[in-house]
């Protein structure tokens, strides 16, 4: 027995008190298409904040038109916290950076998709973004 949990744990991230697993897939969307430069600026500062609140980046892929991460989120760190400061800070140091994003009321449209790494399938992660493209033509 104690050899099975050395292996499950080395697999696993840990706190004092217990060993954990929490990834989630996100998927957001600016309201404008990002330039080459705005994209490259995006993910360092993604990464920044994201490795700031201990977070683990397994996958960061940041588009014109979307952002999308896999990560790790620590079990005393509340989900739609690392959500709303990615977002939020993100926007205001993007904007501070990049002055034609100045013009716009706001960088991201106001929802998110955030899905449990075991739940995904490819049909969820389509029906994600089709959502969220509906609210980017409303």
Same mark, same amino acid.
């Given at each position: 027995n104690a050899y099975l949990c050395y292996n499950i744990t080395t697999m696993l991230f840990k706190t004092r008190y217990a060993y954990y697993d929490c990834q989630y897939y996100f998927?957001?969307?600016?309201?404008?298409?990002?330039?080459?430069?705005?994209?490259?600026?995006?993910?360092?500062?993604?990464?920044?904040? &994201?490795?700031?609140?201990?977070?683990t980046i397994d996958t960061i892929m940041v588009l014109s038109d979307q952002v999308h991460l896999l990560l790790n989120i620590g079990i005393n760190i509340?989900?739609?916290?690392?959500?709303?400061?990615?977002?939020?800070?993100?926007?205001?140091?993007?904007?501070?950076?990049?002055?034609? &994003?100045k013009e716009y009321p706001h960088l991201w449209y106001k929802g998110f998709y955030l899905l449990t790494v075991g739940e995904i399938t490819d049909k969820k992660i389509a029906r994600g973004i089709r959502k969220l493209s509906k609210k980017k033509e409303s």
């Open positions: 998927i957001c969307m600016p309201m404008i298409e990002l330039l080459d430069d705005e994209i490259k600026a995006l993910e360092t500062i993604l990464k920044d904040m &994201l490795t700031r609140y201990n977070c509340p989900v739609l916290k690392i959500a709303n400061v990615l977002k939020g800070y993100s926007s205001f140091l993007m904007r501070k950076q990049f002055p034609r &994003l």
